[in-house]
């Protein structure tokens, strides 16, 4: 499987953007999806996740109120829709895929991995 984000961009604090990762190679219907984020000098983190049947989900404390992670199973694509958005939010952004099942946010168990894309939230 591949996955490539793209959406990310420049936007002044408070406003919004939409995260896309599109899925080729294999359907995703079955996989759990997360997005990961990566700030400047910090560790890889934690931001959404999502089931494959999209009948759960869960945030990372930081997005909670802000963040919605959804999923189009017919169109191999998950998204990540940021509103509010702060300069702390500033970082790259990674969509991640397990084909194990497991319903986790440890990074290091989701074995497909897109590129990244960028995410620049200004004051």
């Known amino acids: 499987v591949q996955l490539q984000a793209f959406g990310g961009g420049l936007v002044q604090a408070g406003g919004s953007l939409r995260l896309s990762c599109a899925a080729s190679g294999r359907t995703i219907s079955r996989y759990n999806m997360a997005w990961f984020r990566r700030a400047p000098g910090k560790e890889r983190e934690f931001v959404a996740r999502?089931?494959?049947?999209?009948?759960?989900?869960s945030l990372a404390d930081s997005a909670k109120g802000r963040f919605t992670i959804s999923r189009d199973n017919a169109k191999n694509t998950v998204f990540l829709q940021m509103n509010s958005l702060k300069p702390e939010d500033t970082a790259v952004y990674y969509c991640a895929g397990t084909d194990s099942h497991l319903w986790t946010t440890a990074s290091r168990l989701y074995n497909f991995w897109g590129q990244g894309t960028q995410v620049t939230v200004s004051s």
């Open positions: 999502i089931k494959w049947s999209s009948d759960w989900a």
